[in-house]
């Protein structure tokens, strides 16, 4: 399973090649297109949705009436540097115009080949094509000032953004968009627009004397996104619906057509209802038991500054599914204890992670989508460190504890009763 992860994370370089990544799993696995007329759904059918290329939402029905959702959710879009689309600037050098997506850290971007992917959006003789394209992982670099020519950077100097993070490219101006035409398979003058990026093309490895720890670009979120969907597809029956959701653009916001905020959420899980012959009233007891699962990374306690974690709340690599706390995070006391409880039942060990109480802490889309989707919702992750760094790292025997976990909370169903949640 780690090797199929790995590979994954190799084939995912950008937000809409993961969901892609994602799409074929499911197609692999006899998933069809959600029908748009309104049509009706089968009893133990098997749908997709799709939006805008990274983002997608997946459902595997009961064979009889459902009793709530069952979801789990996780984000295709990573820290990175999007490339503009007027991007060439010259000079002695050619160099590439981009622009921060996400907070990143940045100085691990300096000094190692870089990779091109993405969108392209192409004119065809009917209209606008979307194509996704991978110029390979050694296109670009971004050097780093001599410590002779900048004596601050040996003490750690602060980077300018607007200086000092531009990919160097090619020698020869007018290239790059040729390069972009051709793994695009279209004239250059039929290129529109795109959404490229530069990623970090370094493979993932396992290391350590038992390889008790896994080292890759992009673990937040591809790693949850990965576990998520193994969860998924390995998943038995359930009287709920079992639900996948990747979303984009959480690393900025989710605020966006395609994000968890987006409408796109509660509209497609109200679709699914009344394309089971349920009406409004139905669909929302239906929400009444549903569960979400919102899976993005917590921070493990790092080895050189222990300091920095929580006294109480400190996960480490290896040491099971952390469980987020915080006025930030979706959970609170009943959805903490329903996840746990599933989790005991599946032999699957947990952690509990608070931010220290002087520091504000990040959040996540558990929040979001559960502000416009009125369900109980817990947010969970893989302890890992580096987070936002341009290669990550996590606990190798936690990939399979994440899957587990989703898997036993597909096949639990929620039973709502007064002051009670039965399992």
């Not at 009961?62 to 979801?71: E, H, K, L």
């Not at 690599?317 to 204890?337: E, F, I, M, Q, W």
Request: include cysteine; proline fraction near 6%; charge should be negative.
């Amino acid at each position: 399973m780690l090797q199929s992860m790995l590979h994954f994370l190799e084939k995912s370089p950008d937000c809409f090649h993961a969901a892609a990544q994602v799409q074929a799993l499911l197609q692999d696995a006899g998933f069809v297109p959600l029908p748009q007329d309104g049509a009706a759904l089968a009893p133990g059918g098997r749908y997709f949705a799709p939006l805008g290329g990274a983002s997608i939402l997946a459902f595997r029905l009961p064979s009889s009436a459902p009793t709530g959702f069952t979801i789990a959710a996780a984000h295709s879009d990573s820290p990175c540097f999007r490339i503009r689309d007027h991007a060439e600037l010259t000079g002695a050098y050619t160099r590439l115009s981009v622009e921060r997506y996400g907070g990143m850290l940045p100085g691990g971007w300096l000094d190692r080949p870089l990779g091109i992917a993405g969108r392209v959006l192409v004119r065809t003789p009917t209209g606008v094509a979307a194509r996704l394209v991978d110029l390979g992982p050694e296109q670009a670099l971004i050097p780093s000032v001599a410590v002779h020519l900048n004596r601050e950077a040996a003490s750690g100097g602060k980077f300018d953004f607007a200086q000092d993070f531009f990919p160097l490219y090619s020698g020869e101006a007018g290239h790059f968009l040729k390069a972009v035409a051709q793994a695009a398979g279209c004239a250059a003058e039929d290129l529109l627009s795109s959404d490229l990026f530069l990623y970090n093309g370094q493979r993932g490895l396992l290391w350590g004397p038992e390889q008790e720890f896994l080292s890759a670009p992009r673990l937040d979120d591809l790693a949850c996104v990965f576990a998520a969907a193994q969860g998924f597809l390995m998943a038995g029956d359930s009287s709920a619906i079992q639900v996948l959701a990747v979303f984009d653009h959480e690393e900025i916001g989710s605020e966006t057509s395609r994000g968890a905020a987006s409408a796109f959420f509660p509209e497609t899980l109200l679709a699914v209802s009344q394309g089971l012959g349920l009406d409004a009233a139905a669909h929302r007891r239906l929400l009444a038991g549903s569960l979400l699962l919102s899976c993005d990374n917590g921070h493990g306690v790092h080895p050189n500054h222990p300091e920095l974690a929580d006294r109480n709340e400190a996960p480490v690599l290896n040491g099971g599914v952390v469980v987020k706390h915080s006025p930030r995070y979706a959970t609170d006391g009943l959805s903490a204890a329903v996840f746990s409880e599933i989790c005991r039942r599946a032999q699957v060990p947990v952690q509990h992670y608070s931010n220290r109480p002087d520091q504000a802490g990040g959040a996540t889309l558990g929040n979001i989508a559960a502000a416009r989707t009125p369900i109980l919702a817990v947010d969970i992750g893989l302890a890992q460190l580096a987070m936002h760094a341009c290669f990550e790292t996590i606990g190798s025997r936690d990939v399979d504890y994440m899957i587990r976990a989703i898997r036993a909370a597909y096949e639990t169903p929620l039973t709502v009763r007064e002051n009670e949640i039965q399992l």
